[in-house]
Nanobody, 123 residues
């Protein structure tokens, strides 16, 4: 099993930056693909970014390409999401998730989830 705890959310002005962290516990983190998803109020959970367990392959949702960067440190058992040039549409609860196999961009590909961290971008 994997337990996930997100941190780093908060309130930021439009155009600003935040870096989210997701600390994992459990022996299988180093072989887990990791994803970031977000859910805005009244909307469905949507894919943001994912990184393969090797760190050698990543995927991004179109609206965050060039602004967000996902990375991981398998020694620290932590995955990061650097978010730059934030805008009001990025306001949401951000979740990290762990899965195995094919690098997935859908929630169904991730059986383990954190509790989420709120990101609010003021315009």
């Amino acid at each position: 099993q994997v337990q996930l705890v997100e941190s780093g959310g908060g309130l930021v002005q439009a155009g600003g930056s935040l870096k989210l962290s997701c600390a994992a516990s459990g022996r299988t983190f180093s072989t887990a693909n990791m994803g970031w998803f977000r859910q805005a109020a009244g909307k469905e959970r949507e894919f943001v970014a994912a990184i393969r367990w090797t760190g050698g392959s990543t995927a991004y949702e179109d609206s965050v390409k060039g602004r967000f960067t996902i990375s991981r440190d398998n020694v620290k058992k932590t995955v990061y999401l650097q978010m730059d040039s934030l805008n009001a549409e990025d306001t949401a609860v951000y979740y990290c998730a762990a899965g195995w196999g094919v690098l997935s961009t859908t929630p169904a590909g991730y059986p383990y989830w954190g509790q989420g961290t709120q990101v609010t971008v003021s315009s």
